[in-house]
């Protein structure tokens, strides 16, 4: 991030949670688990962190190195709560951006989460921002599938292996793996303040060359404590996608 230092940004202080580390592997529940089974094992502890504004960084942010960029498209999706229209024309949308924004030769949407806290109250499928530092998929499960509340991101170069936990992630039919973070007081936080729907983030969970470019980039919702007492929930999609790049040489 040439030409801006951390020193330059202006940053907040908001608590996080991390894992404690543990023992045995620890597991998460995607559905009501055996009577007398955990839905989460583990222990959460809560760190206070400084969270960066990321927003001086626009253009020098790189998936590569930090993991994760924002970038403008505005959608021509009408009700980003219809499952229908966000397959037949957000999906689409999401291919021909990233194709775009990464070179790649091929794009696939196949997944997606619609969050708000609020409209989840009611008992539908719309999610509540999830509150712990994570990564979607680890080296093993990745693989195998082939924002009151803003968006935090760790830069990927301060996240240290020894940091990712796999955690297993039972469903009904198939146990999935996530990484659960520890804490570092070395990884740095960034978020971009005050999002809007023309905004997407791409984030690079995972990268399969094992060398090179940064292979994972953790994450999690966050309680802003600059915003105000009647700020709206957050409400956010997130899209997951398969992107492929031409054989090298």
């Known amino acids: 991030m040439e030409g801006v230092t951390d020193a330059d940004l202006r940053s907040i202080l908001a608590p996080l949670n991390f894992l404690v580390p543990m023992a045995e592997k620890p597991i998460a529940y995607n559905y009501e688990p055996p009577p007398g089974v955990p839905t989460r094992t583990g222990t959460s502890e809560e760190h ?19 993991g994760f960029v924002l970038l403008h498209h505005q959608s021509a999706v009408q009700n980003f709560y219809d499952e229908d229209e966000i397959a037949r024309v957000y999906y689409p949308e999401c291919e021909r951006v990233i194709k775009e924004a990464t070179g790649a030769t091929r794009v696939v949407a196949f997944d997606h989460i619609v969050r708000n806290a609020a409209v989840s109250a009611k008992g539908n499928a719309v999610k509540i921002p999830a509150k712990r530092v994570h990564d979607d998929y680890t080296a093993w499960s990745a693989p195998q599938r082939v924002l009151e509340s803003p968006l935090v991101l760790c830069d990927a170069e301060s996240l240290s292996e020894e940091n990712l936990i796999a955690r297993d992630l039972k469903y009904p039919d198939r146990t999935g793996e996530t990484y659960s973070i520890t804490y570092n007081p070395n990884q740095r936080y960034y978020y971009f303040p005050k999002m809007q729907p023309e905004e997407p983030v791409l984030i690079r969970c995972f990268d399969s060359a094992p060398n090179g470019a940064a292979r994972f980039s953790a ?19 997130e899209v997951r996608t398969l992107v492929f790049y031409a054989p090298a040489g």
Do not use: C, M, Y
């Not at 994450?219 to 999609?237: K, N, V």
């Open 219 to 237: 994450h999690t919702g966050f309680d802003d404590p600059t915003s105000p007492p009647d700020a709206p929930p957050r409400e956010s999609l």
């Open 48 to 66: 206070r962190v400084a969270i960066r504004d990321a927003r001086p960084l626009i253009g020098k942010l790189s998936q590569d190195r930090e």
